[in-house]
Each structure stands twice: as structure tokens, then as C-alpha cells.
């Protein structure tokens, strides 16, 4: 197992979402790449990836972190 697929596992995406300060209610918020009103960005835990239908973004929980801290 590589490193990233490491980080993957232990690293739960909705801690790391309410951990950076965004509001999470039944796996939804407010997106984290563009403004909006209505939350469009959804998190599955069951795959611990995420996806905005409102502007496309999305991924793995790396992939996250990334739009969080670096976008």
C-alpha cells in the first residue's frame, strides 16, 4: 500500500471537513470552491470522497484537503 492510499484510509473526509471549519448537515455544505447558496457539495463516507454537482469538483480525501488549503 502506498503512501497516499495510507492517508486515505486513516483520514476520515467529514472530520477533516469539520475539522477546517465548514458546516456539514446530512453529508452536504456549502461548496468549498465557489460561492453558492443552496449547499451542492455532497461528502460519502462510504467511500470517503466528496463532489460538488454545482461546479465539479470532487475526489478523495487528499483531493479535498487540497481544495481546502490550497484553491
Same mark, same amino acid.
Request: hydrophobic share 30%; with cysteine.
Given at each position: 500500500? !502506498? =503512501?497516499?492510499?495510507?492517508?486515505?484510509?486513516?483520514? =476520515?473526509?467529514?472530520? /477533516? #471537513? $469539520? &475539522?477546517? !471549519?465548514? @458546516?456539514?448537515? =446530512?453529508?452536504? #455544505?456549502? $461548496?468549498? %470552491?465557489?460561492?453558492?447558496? @443552496? +449547499? %451542492?457539495?455532497?461528502?460519502? +463516507?462510504?467511500?470517503? %470522497?466528496?463532489?460538488?454537482?454545482?461546479?465539479?469538483?470532487?475526489? %478523495?480525501?487528499? &483531493?479535498?484537503?487540497? #481544495?481546502?488549503?490550497? /484553491?
Amino acid at each position: 500500500m !502506498g =503512501n497516499f492510499d495510507t492517508i486515505k484510509d486513516r483520514i =476520515n473526509i467529514l472530520e /477533516l #471537513a $469539520c &475539522d477546517s !471549519g465548514i @458546516e456539514v448537515k =446530512n453529508n452536504k #455544505a456549502l $461548496c468549498i %470552491s465557489h460561492k453558492e447558496r @443552496e +449547499p %451542492s457539495l455532497t461528502f460519502y +463516507p462510504e467511500t470517503n %470522497s466528496f463532489y460538488c454537482y454545482g461546479c465539479g469538483i470532487g475526489g %478523495s480525501v487528499i &483531493d479535498c484537503y487540497l #481544495a481546502l488549503y490550497y /484553491l
